[in-house]
């Protein structure tokens, strides 16, 4: 929970903001580096409230995605492949689903 809150915070702080026709995103951090990073920020947070800040911080951002102009396209680190709201966020779909299956993987469903 803790990697897609901090990953969800990123992208709310870093690039929706700055999703408007045409722009250019900043890339992606380095992903080792960023975990990393997350686990330092965490560690002393309990697990309830790691789960409290991701919820809030994914409602915030799936409210910010999606009232984004469906027209609106951008890249991502100076990137050619043009993203849209929908199609940004179905890529991180995919990135929760994978750590979902880690997960059921773990508890054994």
Partial sequence: MGHLYYWDKFILENMVPFMTDGSNLPPFPD???????AISYLKD?????IIEH???TRI???ESL????SDIRFTIGGGKEQFYAESFTEMFLEHDEHHLNQ???KLHI
């Fill in 60 to 62: 915030q951002l799936t």
């Fill in 103 to 105: 997960i059921n993987e």
């Fill in 31 to 37: 992903h080792d580096q960023y975990n990393a990073e």
């Fill in 45 to 49: 947070d309990s697990a309830t409230s």
């Fill in 54 to 56: 991701f919820v809030e």
């Fill in 66 to 69: 999606s009232n984004l102009d």
